[in-house]
C-alpha cells in the first residue's frame, strides 16, 4: 500500500513494452485501487526497482531471463527481497500455471489479459487487504514465537493457524516451503525455508538436511542401510545428511 493513499502500489515486470502498455492501460481505466509506481523490463532491472519501492504488488511475466543465468521469472525469485507482497503471475503459456499454482502466487493470468479478469483479480485482492491491513498474505512469522503452541502460516487463501504439535516435518520448496501435518495434509507456506527453520529449529526440531526440518517426537522409524533416513509417522522419507548425522543421533539419544 502507498504511505500516502489507499491504493495498492504495483509494479509491472514484462519484457515486451507493448504488453506494459496494456497492462497500464487497463488499470488506469479500470483498476483504481492499483497505482503503478514503477516498470520493468528485465529480472536485474525488476530486482533493483522491487528493492527500492517495495510495491504492494508485482505483476510478473513468467519469461523473464537474468544476466546472472536465470531462464525464467521463477529462477530470480529467490533473489527478491522478504517483506509483505503479492504476486500475479502473468504468461502466454498455460504449461506454467501448476507451477504457478504450487509457488502459491496470488493469482495467475494469460495473455492477453482481459480487463474484467485484472479487475477481479484486484477486488480479491482489496478485499484481502482489507483484512489484513499493511500486511497482506505475507505476514511475517516473527510476530508467533518459537516457544507458543501454535504459529500462523500464510497460505494460499490467507493465514492458517497450526499447532506446532502437529507439524511433522517441513521441506524447502524454492521461495516456499512444503509443510506435512499429523492429519496427512500438507500445506504450502509463501515463506521461505530458511525462515521456518529459524523459527522452528528449538529442541523440538532439528534439521536433518539443508531441505529438511523435522520434528524429532514424529520419528517412526530410523534406516541406515545405504543413504540414512528417518521416516516420519506420516510415511514421509527425509533424508539425513552425513554431516548432520552424528548430532541427530545424539540428540535423540541413540549414541
Known sequence: MSATTDKITTIIVDDEQDAIDVLKFIIGKYCPELEVVATAHSADEAQEKI????????????????????????????????????????????????????????????????????????????????????????????????????????????????????????????????????SNEVLFASKSFKELRELLEVPAFFCTHRSYLIQLNKIRELRFRGDSQVCMQDGTKVPVARNRKKEFLQLIGKT
Open 51 to 182: 528493492a527500492t519501492l517495495r510495491p504492494f504488488l508485482l505483476l510478473l511475466d513468467i519469461n523473464i531471463a537474468s544476466t546472472s543465468g536465470g531462464r525464467n521469472t521463477f529462477d530470480f525469485l529467490p533473489n527478491l527481497p522478504d517483506y509483505p507482497c503479492e504476486i500475479v503471475f502473468i504468461t502466454a503459456y498455460d504449461q506454467y500455471a501448476i507451477r504457478a499454482i504450487k509457488l502459491h502466487a496470488f493469482d495467475y493470468l494469460l495473455k492477453p489479459v482481459e480487463a474484467g479478469e485484472l479487475m477481479e483479480m484486484a477486488q480479491k485482492l482489496r478485499e484481502r487487504v482489507a483484512m489484513h491491513p499493511m500486511k497482506g498474505r505475507l505476514v511475517s512469522l516473527a510476530e508467533s514465537s518459537a516457544t507458543s503452541s501454535e504459529i500462523w502460516l500464510p497460505v494460499r487463501n490467507g493465514l492458517r493457524k497450526v499447532l506446532l504439535d502437529e507439524i511433522l516435518w517441513v521441506k524447502a520448496e524454492e521461495h516456499y516451503s512444503r509443510i506435512g501435518l499429523a
